[in-house]
């Protein structure tokens, strides 16, 4: 019997059984799985920085056991820690509905998490399971964390390898008439082939990092950036901002996307948009530096800790 035929064929988001098909280093951080199966047609085309989860096998049982009902989170979260299949969040590279096709570029960090320990082992063959937007929901588009307003002059994205994927994808599906700054901080500099595309008015800076602490690069080019991008506001006028309240990242999920009742833009325009995603102590500075130090209006930041350093997305 297939999986999805215990979930109701309109849900916004659906568990699909994904084989891989093809894997490719295409650069030396970053392996790309291609997934295909028979419910992959059915996943959403959004592109931007549409995230899914990613559920992998027990060592001894594989799938069995994993609710794939309507309910399954809370099925699943329920299940004793041995029996819980790991989670992990990533981002849809690519998705070729017609041949029921979808890439995940994944940043290989060691045998260290059940997703990069996965990404290491994996044959073609292996099957894991997703959670996806469903295409034929009436709302299609969960899991989407760029809002920019319809207009705006200079769009801001920054992030490290795991926003990376993210970025390629928003600045593809960008207009070309697009303007702004994309930062990237990378391992390796060839790791920057993850990215096809851009608009020609969006400037790209690549940090390669080698060795160095993740943020080392990222964090005083983002800030020198920011400073320059941000429309002027006096520092009398940042002084009467409200205190930024803090986030306690060993305790919380750093995740602040200003989105409308609707689930839009807030602001119809905007002279500046800003995504930064990565690890969430360096992307916890710039918020700080973008919304106190320069004023930038917070209705138009979206500040996302994509994961944490010394710490599995497990102690969440
Ligand atoms: C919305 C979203 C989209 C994402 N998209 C992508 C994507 O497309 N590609 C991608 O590669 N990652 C992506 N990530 C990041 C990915 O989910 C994390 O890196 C995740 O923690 C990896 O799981 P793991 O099982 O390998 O490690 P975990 O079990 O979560 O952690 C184990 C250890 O590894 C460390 N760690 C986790 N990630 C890294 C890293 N990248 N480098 C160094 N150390 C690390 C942790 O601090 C911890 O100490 C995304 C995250 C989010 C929230």
Redesign the pocket.
């Known amino acids: 019997m297939s999986r999805l035929s215990q979930q109701s064929p309109d849900s916004i988001f659906i568990l699909v059984a994904a084989v891989v098909t093809r894997i490719e280093q295409v650069s030396p951080s970053y392996r790309r799985f291609t997934f295909t199966g028979p419910e992959v047609q059915h996943i959403a085309d959004n592109r931007h920085?549409q995230?899914i989860k990613l559920l992998f096998p027990l060592p001894e049982t594989g799938f069995d056991g994993l609710p794939m009902h309507d309910d399954w989170y809370q099925a699943w979260r329920l299940l004793p820690t041995p029996e819980r299949h790991?989670m992990?969040?990533?981002?849809i590279?690519e998705v070729r509905q017609d041949v029921a096709e979808f890439d995940?570029?994944?940043?290989l960090?060691?045998r260290?998490?059940?997703?990069?320990?996965w990404a290491l082992d994996a044959r073609i063959g292996d099957e894991l399971i997703v959670n996806v937007p469903n295409a034929r929901a009436a709302v299609t588009a969960g899991g989407v964390d760029w809002h920019a307003p319809e207009s705006v002059d200079q769009v801001l994205l920054a992030g490290d390898?795991?926003?990376l994927?993210?970025i390629a994808g928003i600045l593809e599906s960008l207009p070309d008439t697009s303007r702004g700054i994309a930062v990237v901080e990378i391992p390796h500099p060839d790791d920057i082939a993850v990215l096809s595309t851009k608009p020609d008015g969006v400037e790209l800076v690549v940090l390669p990092r080698g060795d160095q602490p993740?943020g080392t690069l990222l964090i005083p080019e983002v800030e020198r950036i920011a400073s320059r991008l941000a429309p002027t506001v006096d520092t009398a006028a940042i002084a009467t901002l409200p205190t930024l309240e803090d986030v306690d990242i060993d305790r919380e999920l750093l995740w602040e996307v200003p989105v409308d009742e609707h689930g839009g833009p807030v602001l119809a325009s905007a002279p500046l948009y800003a995504w930064l995603?990565g690890e969430a102590s360096a992307i916890k500075t710039l918020r700080r530096h973008l919304v106190s130090g320069c004023g930038v209006d917070r209705k138009s930041v979206a500040f996302?800790g994509?994961?944490?350093?010394?710490?599995?997305?497990?102690n969440g």
């Not at 995940?104 to 940043?107: F, L, S, V």
């Not at 994961?307 to 599995?312: A, I, L, M, P, V």
């Open positions: 920085d995230r790991a992990r969040t990533y981002t590279r995940i570029d994944i940043a960090h060691g260290v998490g059940p997703a990069s320990t390898e795991t926003a994927p993210a993740v995603a996302m994509y994961w944490r350093y010394g710490k599995s997305e497990d």
